[in-house]
Nanobody, 121 residues
Framework: QVQLVESGGGLVQPGGSLRLSCAASGNILKINTMGWYRQAAGKERELVAS???????NYADSVKGRFTISRDNAKNTVYLQMNSLKPEETAGYYC???????????????WGQGTQVTVST
């Protein structure tokens, strides 16, 4: 059994910062790409940032220069540092991971439960 647990969401003022964390645990052989997605009310889920095991990041254009994704492979954890947050970025933020599970070395895709980020005065 593998699960992703997100943390770090909350209420922040416009222009403020938050750091999200997502830790994977369970029967994991190897984690491949990890990423953060967000889904605002009434909108489709969209990619915010992703990162491969070697550390190369990929960002949505709207967050470049403000957000930083990173990972700690030893801890099976991915982070998202969010700076200069805007009200329109209020959304549920979801962690995603592609990984190989044990014991059958099966390629899997898993989503976390989400953490709410609210940017408001």
């Amino acid at each position: 059994q593998v699960q992703l647990v997100e943390s770090g969401g909350g209420l922040v003022q416009p222009g403020g910062s938050l750091r999200l964390s997502c830790a994977a645990s369970g029967n994991i052989l190897k984690i491949n790409t990890m990423g953060w997605y967000r889904q605002a009310a009434g909108k489709e889920r969209e990619l915010v940032a992703s990162i491969v095991p070697g550390g190369r990041p990929n960002y949505a254009d709207s967050v470049k220069g403000r957000f930083t994704i990173s990972r700690d492979n030893a801890k099976n954890t991915v982070y998202l540092q969010m700076n200069s947050l805007k009200p329109e970025e209020t959304a549920g933020y979801y962690c995603n991971a592609d990984f190989i599970s044990t014991p059958r070395a099966t390629l899997c895709d898993l989503w976390g439960q989400g953490t709410q980020v609210t940017v408001s005065t």
